[in-house]
């Protein structure tokens, strides 16, 4: 997380679309890209609702990070797992619809998700779970791209500064 920088400067500007498109390839109003630490989930960018920070044990996206899975439930509030989750039981949120798919790295660590889900039960789609996976591995992606570009722009700054010297 700190190497991508993904919480103090997350890339929103590239991946604020791909958060679009997953809700829109769901059929549902709220999207988000959430950064899980060791005690918080950071929603970093999101769609249909304003991103906030919660307390791990609040996040229903833990158990995506812990397990390193894809988790989809088409009614949290019927799921032994959910159930008493406060995204569910309305102290933090009313979610039902519920689908969230790791952000792992190269290195396989999984430093959030992207998840997807609403107020309403809905049926999960097996085509729409392949296209969310595509669309988690494109978030990877933009880190990643972002991580080599500062890399490259320090690189030729020790260039430049090694080409002034001599």
């Known amino acids: 997380i700190r190497t991508y ?36 989930q950071h929603q970093v960018v999101t769609v249909g609702f304003d991103g906030t920070v919660c307390r791990l ?18 009614d949290a509030s019927l799921d032994r797992r959910f159930v008493r989750n406060p995204f569910v039981t309305g102290e933090l949120g009313r979610v039902r619809f519920y689908v969230a798919l790791p952000l792992m790295t190269a290195d396989g660590v999984t430093i959030g998700t992207l998840c997807v889900f609403d107020e309403e039960p809905h049926d999960v789609d097996d085509g729409v779970l392949a296209g969310l996976a595509t669309l988690a591995e494109r978030v990877v992606d933009v880190f990643e791209l972002r991580l080599r570009n500062r890399e490259l722009a320090l690189s030729l700054m020790e260039i430049q500064a090694v080409q002034a010297e001599l």
């Open 57 to 74: 044990e609040d996040s229903m996206c833990a158990l995506t990070v812990r397990e390193g899975r894809t988790v989809a439930v088409p």
């Open 5 to 40: 920088d993904a919480l103090r400067m997350p890339p929103r500007r590239e991946l604020e679309p791909l958060v679009e498109l997953a809700a829109r390839l769901a059929g549902v109003p709220t999207a988000t890209i959430n950064i899980v630490t060791d005690t918080e």
